[in-house]
């Protein structure tokens, strides 16, 4: 019976073998014997199967199979190792180890691998008359450490604007990990409120150990001088969580009123007077319930406004001269100017008796006043010498009285009143409290205090006292917590909360404050208008934004910073060196400035006229002098403060007001018949006024590159090449519709915003080739260092200027860096 087992037993131990030995894959022959490597099996993740350690039932070490037949011979002198290596996305091989006699083969299972894990390999060594020699050994891949460096997780400030913020780990995340955060330990999609949150970022894949990167993000609420009034019943504030535009709240209405940074707001009669601010350049605008004009372009600080004038500071860093008081008459000829009142810094300007009171200072000062139309400025003084050597920080006049908070910084400062009605100017002291925002409503002067002892003691918020006050003892406190900026309406006061920066309610009736702003979501606005223009400057992208009637903001790449640097409506702008010339636009009122880009001074007003495609050529300026009739080329001395008076015309033909090119001592442009297509011209530069250009082919625009000009037939909708050495012209394109062109150097890019063509084109010059790059409207190209600029927009023109309702797209601004477009700002 046992014999029998024992046969049973050999039997199946064959047939287990000869199975094995079917499985055998590709052969190799080292050293003169066979080699069949094994398959690594696929693991999940990724794509190998480590094999379950165990689940062989040979012994390790090299011992033959039993039953071995004594009549066969038995491999000797081979061996295989364990092998223990960290991931580093190649792959590793286990082998035996000694040699191989010729004319043997050996089968490899498992022993192939990339990805960490543990596998179980093993190696089946046969040959005719030899006992078959099964070996084992394990193949170790260890997770690999994510490298130092590699990832980074840096901490962020940022300022509070009601929306959720994140943080990002920058650098290549290796291949097959995933990456968690974490904020405050909870798995969320990023954090809204005020203060510091710890991040982690938890980085781990089947390759790689966990690593865990963390970093601060704060989220901060900056307190800053934000500006409100009253008119008609609705309150006009800054909103911090949208830009600082502006806004009205009337009745239980939000709404945003447009996309100015309205700053220094005063009320006269049924308008609101504000500074729409800029970087570079801003305005004074009124606004009624009809209307929103600008006024006057000026960097206007602390305007008020008297009798049919609006007077305003300006405080330019290096404006030398030029700053002080002006006076603007709002009922001015549209090319007269603002008359300079007091040369120097002022601040708080309040217009009493024929006379302006102001701080003498950017923001605080000696009081002083000067006539309004104009004269010596002297130092008020009061009866009994309080205010002798101390500075106004802020002042409100109500009546006949003014009320100031002034002081000294060693001293401190202190709420004074003065009535101007009074020949003495005797001054009484109201309350130990500094206050800021100064606002008067009935019998109460109600402020924010920023004492730094009172509200240390008794903590910050709005306080009053009545208007009669006077005495050493702090004011009443209404409101109990950190806030900013103050005004009313005679019901209610309205104040900015720190915490959220929310513009709250309080009604004074009833000693209770609403949130106006509670769920707030800024307003998506889609409306565009005005021109298309993209340029660059110092690495910096300027461009026309249509999403803000047509004001100029300029784009930081690196950091990713968007600014408006132009508040007015521009047409067009242009940089010559340190000079930046733009042109404004107040309905069909064109004017041009010029702004020296270092000194920060004020831009200085060079043409009262429409000025279109300057050029700047040696020492002049070529432009288009866009006229009510007709369009001249004209050419004046860029030293010229003056284009209208110093300029002189080139040629007599009337132009298209789009292009320019100056090259050698041509002028190149297009001509704009009364009757007929445009057609594609040159002139000497130094041409008379009765002088009519050399006609080239018909051209409507046209671009310049490496000695030839790319001009656009818009008759036969072709792309002509023109050499100006040789005269010779060529067809590059057919069957195209543009309208702006550009190069970059190399090839010509052009915008067709016709409806089944619409989007952005590249025109590689060396084949003739067309190639659309952007679907969509595109207008405004511009070639920049890093790429090709334009903006997503389609203008229809009448009388040359963009038509209200007929100006559609996007707005967004793009770039085409080459392989790809981006939209780099969509607001």
Known sequence: MKKLICAIVAIMLTFTVALGLCACGETETPSGGNETPGTEQPSTPGTEQPSTPGGDTEKPGGEAEKPADPAKANFTGLTMNDVTVTYDGTEHVVTISGEVQGGASVVYENNKATNAGTYNVKATVTKDNYNTLVLNAKLVINKANIADGLLTLSDETVEYDGLSHTLAIVGNVPDGCTVTYLYNGENVDGVTDGGEHIVAAVVEGANYNKRTYTAKLTIKTTQKQLYSAMLGG?????????????????????????????????????????????????????????????????????????????????????????NGIYRYSLSAAADETATQLYQGKASWLTVYGGNVYFAAGASKGKLMSVPVGGGTATSVADKDGLLAEKNV????????????????????????????????????????????????????????????????????????????????????????????????????????????????????????????????????????????????????????????????????????????????????????????????????????????????AEAVRVSKNRVDALTFAGDYIYYVDNGGTANRIRKVAKTSSDFDTDSVQVGKDNVNWQVLEVVGDKLYYCSNPTVGYKKFCYIDVNAGEKVAGTEVTYGETFTYLNGKFYVYNQKDKKIYSYDPNGGATAILASNVEIVDMISDGKDVYYASNTKNNEGLYKLTVATGESTKIHKGAVDGLGATSKGITFLGVKITYGSEMPVKGQVTGTGYLYLYNGTGVTALVKR
Not at 238 to 244: A, T
Not at 276 to 298: D, H, P, Q
């Open 393 to 600: 920080a802020e002042m409100t006049l109500s009546g006949d009285t003014l009320f100031l908070n002034i002081g000294t910084t060693t001293s401190g400062y202190a709420i004074f009143r003065i009535n101007l009605a009074d020949a003495n100017k005797t001054a009484v002291k109201m309350t130990t409290d500094a206050g800021k925002n100064l606002t008067v409503i009935g019998n109460n002067l109600y402020y924010i205090n920023n004492d730094l002892l009172t509200s240390n003691v008794f903590g910050k918020g709005v306080c009053t006292v009545t208007t009669s006050a006077s005495g050493s003892l702090p004011g009443t406190k209404l409101v109990d917590e950190n806030v900013y900026s103050l005004t009313g309406d005679g019901n209610s006061l309205y104040y900015y909360r720190n915490t959220d920066k929310h513009l709250m309610k309080y009604s004074l009736s009833a000693k209770t404050a609403v949130d106006v702003m509670e769920n707030f979501v800024p307003v998506e606005d889609n409306s565009v208008m005005g021109y298309a223009v993209t340029k660059e400057y110092k690495g910096e992208i300027y461009y026309v934004n249509p999403r803000d009637n047509g004001a100029i903001y300029k784009y930081n790449s690196a950091t990713r910073g968007n600014f408006k640097v132009i508040a007015d409506s521009c047409a067009d702008f242009w940089f010559d060196g340190d000079y930046m010339y733009y042109s404004t636009y107040n309905v069909t009122n064109y004017d041009l400035y010029r702004r020296e880009m270092k000194s920060g």
């Open 234 to 322: 609705a309150v006009y504030f800054q909103n911090p969580l949208d830009g600082d535009t502006l806004y009205k709240y009337y009745g239980t209405s939000l709404t945003r009123v447009n996309k100015d940074e309205a700053e220094y707001m005063t009320v006269s009669g049924d308008a609101l007077y504000y500074t729409s601010k800029g970087l570079f350049g801003s305005n004074i605008k009124k606004l009624t319930s009809s209307e929103n004009t600008a006024v006057y372009s000026a960097s206007g600080e602390y305007i008020t406004v008297s009798d049919g004038y609006i007077y305003y500071a300006v405080n330019g860093l290096l404006g030398g001269e030029k």
